[in-house]
Every structure is written in structure tokens, then in C-alpha cells.
């Protein structure tokens, strides 16, 4: 039976502050079959299309991620947080609301011939993945795809990855902020 | 063709500080047959027991225990560090070498009869492990196997794991510290 996929995320108001509904998707990954579904609604449509890798940032992204790279049988690629990867790295800035933050990945593990799928949980102004869509395309990597299980269309994040030629597959949409 | 997976692992020397040698699992998950021969390698001998939900542990065991709980085609619990989980949770300290460290859980997703395999990448001293194993059996859960991409068996964690009646599967051991 398909599940209401939407219905399994919970809504926490005024989290983390005032005016915020936050959008809880620990309800829907907890869900046996909640996640299993929501695996597979990303997966399906990204099949038979020569994905390599599936990149996925940190750390809800990594849920995501991860289930959907063995859904496509494809290697995963953890976008972390500054300083969290050994080796040799690159790494990218973007701006928060109050500051700077920078993704990383490494260096050497994917090239020219691959083609990567990104990965979140949600978008919403599309900061990080609009860095790390740049960071994986400096690699010589294509990274003509995203999925998310959440799209905050009225913050615009979704629109400005298109922008940058990024296909945008999400699996729920929430109005408002 | 089945990969050597231990050869997959990267050793850094010396990292993070000297005398010790970090066994990095990028290398392992960034290469397509060896993310998806790992996470086979783990769910095979756990599928027809009833597992009902797999727990990882925030970070690296997010990435193996979400491609596990896909592969078995169950609920995905996270285990995170204080303060991540939003809604309400029960927590659980445990000892560092230097201080104290918390995990939480949600306090209502499991409960008596269902049945829970704890993963995560390494287990060395087993702190974190023991710890999550005792959290997540206050919600009355069974939870009574553990998996792990590496064992570090001369740091004793898998064996403290064992006392508490946890049965132990791991993939690749390494001597030493």
C-alpha cells in the first residue's frame, strides 16, 4: 500500500524560533515503511540513468542518501562539515543567515565520466546544496540531478539549483516558510 | 565478483594523533561494489529474524545502518548526539577518554516486541555501543545484535558487547590499535 508520505513528517511550530514550522522527518525515516517508500520514490525515477555516485550532506542527508545509493547499487559520497574528512580534500564556502560555513569532499574519488546525484533531506534557500553542487562539479563530475524529500518552494531553493542546470526531483512540498 | 573489503579500507598513520592508525571507511563507501557489498555483507545474516528497525549512530553509522535497514526493508532509528533530536527523546551518557559525551533517541518510536540490530562502522572500546545498546533497551525493544563494518578486537569493545548478551557481527578486524 502506498503511504501518505507526507503525513508521516511531523510539524513542530515555532522550532527552531518564532514563526518557524519545522519539519521533522524523523516520523517518516522511523516508519518501516515510511522509509523504505521514501527511498524508493527518489530511487525510481533516477534508475537507467548511468548514476555513478549518490552524494549526500551531512547528516540527515546521509540517511537519505546512503538508502538511496544501495537502491541504485551506486557508491555514496558524504559531503561533511568542515574538518570531518580525513585525507586530501576540497571544500567550498556558502553563506548562513548570520556567517559563513563550509562544506567538504574528497578530493580524488570522482572525476570526469561520473554523473552524481545529490541528495537532502529538504531545501529551502538552497545554500548548501547549491555549494555542494559546486563543489562535486569542480571534481570534472556532472551533477545534473537533486532529490530532496522536502521542497520549501516559497524559499526559492529548488528554482535557483534549476537555474544552475539541476534537475530537481522532491517528494513533498510544504507553502509557507 | 566479491571485493576484498578490508583492502577497501584506507590506514592513515599517525591520526589523529601519533601512535594511533585511523581506519578511514570513505574509501570502502565511495566505491560503488564495495558500499553495496558491505551493507549486503551485513544485512544477509540478520534478514528472517524479525529485525523490525535498524539503530545507527550519528555520523558514519547513519550511512551503514540506513543502507542496512533499506536492504532489510526496515525503519531506521537515529542515535544522535545531544541536543539534534527534535520532539521528546531520552538520552544516555557515557564516558570519553577525557569527559562525558550524551546520545538520545526519540522516547516513543519502539517499544516491547520490536526488535532492533545496532549499527555502526568501527567499534573499538565499545563505549558508545554499550551505551546505545542500554538507551535503546529502556524503550522495552530487544536488541540483542550488533553489526559492524570494523572491529578493532584488541580494544575489547566487541567482547564487553557479548557480556550484555549482544550477539556481534563484523566485517573486516584489524590487530592492534
Request: hydrophobic letters at 45%.
Amino acid at each position: 500500500m502506498q503511504l501518505n508520505l507526507q503525513s508521516l513528517v511531523r510539524t513542530i511550530p515555532d522550532y527552531p524560533r518564532k514563526g518557524v514550522m519545522f519539519r521533522d522527518i524523523t516520523t517518516l525515516i522511523e516508519h518501516p515503511e515510511g522509509f523504505k517508500q521514501s527511498i524508493e520514490a527518489i530511487a525510481a525515477p533516477h534508475r537507467n540513468m548511468g548514476i555513478t555516485h549518490v552524494a549526500g550532506i551531512e547528516a540527515r542527508g546521509f540517511i537519505f542518501g546512503a538508502g538511496v545509493a544501495i537502491a541504485l547499487g551506486v557508491g555514496f559520497i558524504p559531503v561533511r562539515k568542515k574538518g570531518k574528512l580525513t585525507g586530501e580534500t576540497i571544500g567550498q564556502n556558502y553563506a548562513l543567515e548570520y556567517g559563513v560555513d563550509t562544506i567538504e569532499i574528497h578530493a580524488d574519488v570522482i572525476g570526469p565520466g561520473d554523473k552524481v546525484l545529490l541528495v537532502d533531506d529538504l531545501i529551502a534557500t538552497g545554500g548548501t546544496a547549491i555549494a555542494a553542487v559546486g563543489l562535486l562539479r569542480r571534481t570534472g563530475a556532472s551533477v545534473n540531478h537533486a532529490a530532496f524529500v522536502i521542497d520549501l518552494p516559497d524559499l526559492g531553493g529548488a528554482e535557483k539549483l534549476r537555474a544552475e542546470n539541476v534537475a530537481i526531483h522532491s517528494l513533498i512540498a510544504f507553502e509557507g516558510h
